[in-house]
């Protein structure tokens, strides 16, 4: 898309072992939405324009709402965000983005990932008041400022991550199954930890709200769509090399997790990579 970018931020060291990635982001103003897909970890966005609308799909269709810092849960659909704002319908939107571990949930934000799955939240509604951060964004929506009062945030959240470790089982079937992208057997995870695998899956279940099969799923599917930037023609591999049998499959999920085919998501999100 023009006018668009994608800009990588370090994130504070306190921060590694809960933030996997952090991204200042600018969409530009344009028809249509943009798709927010499932991925292995939860979503939290520090919008610099001002309130997103967000769609969110649930059994009885779609809910809406409007987020300053909106946090997502996992989940196995993707949300909607038109690309113009209602409020400035003309002007590109731009924040920062950050992929939190799911493991890191109850110590970052007070709750496990299992309480936020399938879940849009205000990040204030979980976490209490903000002290001023929402504030600080928009004293400075486009300068160093703003990711300064991001970084100082997540120090004094984060900091709690690193002392109360997520159970060392739980840790490392997460690793196994998201490090290989979805291939490791899940039996073989089990074994791996001392678990059967019903065991597992419950266990993941309760944590961050979805159980071993669909995280795997999940894991499959981001490298899929990490894939597809700059490989247009190439569907058959990539299904190949995500770990699909074949591209019929790769097509299914997508339908699933996007709603869309990836040739769809690629010229609506792609168009000038």
């Not at 001002?50 to 987020?67: D, K, M, N, Q, W």
């Not at 279940?205 to 700059?230: H, T, Y």
Request: proline share 8%; glycine share 10%; charged share 25%.
């Amino acid at each position: 898309m023009a006018d668009e970018a994608l800009v990588a931020l370090a994130a504070p060291p306190e921060a590694a072992g809960a933030v996997r990635t952090m991204i200042g982001y600018r969409m530009a103003a344009e028809p249509g939405e943009h798709r927010g897909l499932p991925s292995p970890y939860l979503t939290l966005v520090f919008s610099l324009s001002g309130p997103l609308p967000i769609h969110v799909p649930s059994p009885a269709g779609r809910r809406e709402g409007a987020f300053r810092i909106p946090l997502g849960g996992l989940h196995t659909r993707a949300v909607l965000l038109p690309r113009r704002l209602p409020h400035a319908p003309t002007s590109a939107q731009r924040g920062i983005q950050l992929a939190v571990h799911p493991l890191a949930a109850r110590a970052v934000f007070g709750v496990p990932a299992a309480a936020l799955t399938d879940e849009v939240l205000e990040v204030g509604d979980v976490v209490g008041p903000l002290a001023g951060l929402t504030e600080r964004l928009a004293a400075d929506p486009t300068g160093p400022d703003a990711v300064a009062a991001v970084n100082g945030w997540l120090r004094e959240r984060t900091r709690a991550a690193a002392a109360s470790p997520a159970p060392r089982e739980l840790a490392r079937a997460w690793r196994l199954i998201v490090g290989s992208d979805g291939r490791a057997r899940i039996g073989d995870v089990a074994r791996d930890v001392g678990w059967s695998r019903a065991h597992l899956t419950r266990r993941l279940r309760a944590e961050i709200g979805v159980g071993a099969k669909d995280l795997a799923r999940l894991a499959r599917f981001q490298r899929s769509r990490r894939l597809m930037i700059g490989r247009a023609g190439e569907l058959g591999r990539i299904a190949q090399d995500s770990g699909y049998a074949d591209q019929s499959h790769l097509t299914a999920e997508w339908r699933e997790f996007a709603g869309c085919t990836p040739r769809q998501w690629m010229a609506a999100e792609l168009a000038d990579h």
